[in-house]
């Protein structure tokens, strides 16, 4: 499966923005999807996961309650809502795609990734 990664930008603190990642090939809705970032002089690290099926989603504690993961597997993206913006959500957002029966919470778990996109956020 191959990925694209697109919506990102630059934001005023407390503003929103919405990420989107298509996925091209077939199965989309077998892949379980997570959202990663790299902000300047860091790892890259976990955002957000969702199943499969949407069932069940997971987010990490830095951005519970203003990012929102969702799937449309009709239309073979995932996205990711992110509001209430705040400087250090600054950096490049990935997408990566994993079959199996659940996500992973670390890179390694992933097969397919998508190029990534930059998103900054102005204090």
């Known amino acids: 499966v191959q990925l694209q990664a697109s919506g990102g930008g630059l934001v005023q603190a407390g503003g929103s923005l919405r990420l989107s990642c298509a996925a091209s090939?077939?199965?989309?809705?077998?892949?379980?999807m997570g959202w990663f970032r790299q902000a300047p002089g860091k790892e890259r690290a976990i955002v957000a996961t969702i199943y499969w099926s949407g069932a069940s989603t997971y987010y990490d504690d830095s951005v519970k309650g203003r990012f929102t993961i969702s799937r449309d597997n009709t239309k073979n993206t995932v996205y990711l809502q992110m509001n209430s913006l705040k400087p250090e959500d600054t950096g490049v957002y990935y997408c990566a795609a994993r079959p199996g029966l659940s996500p992973s919470r670390r890179e390694y778990g992933y097969d397919y990734w998508g190029q990534g996109t930059q998103v900054t956020v102005s204090s």
């Open positions: 090939g077939r199965s989309f809705s077998t892949y379980n």
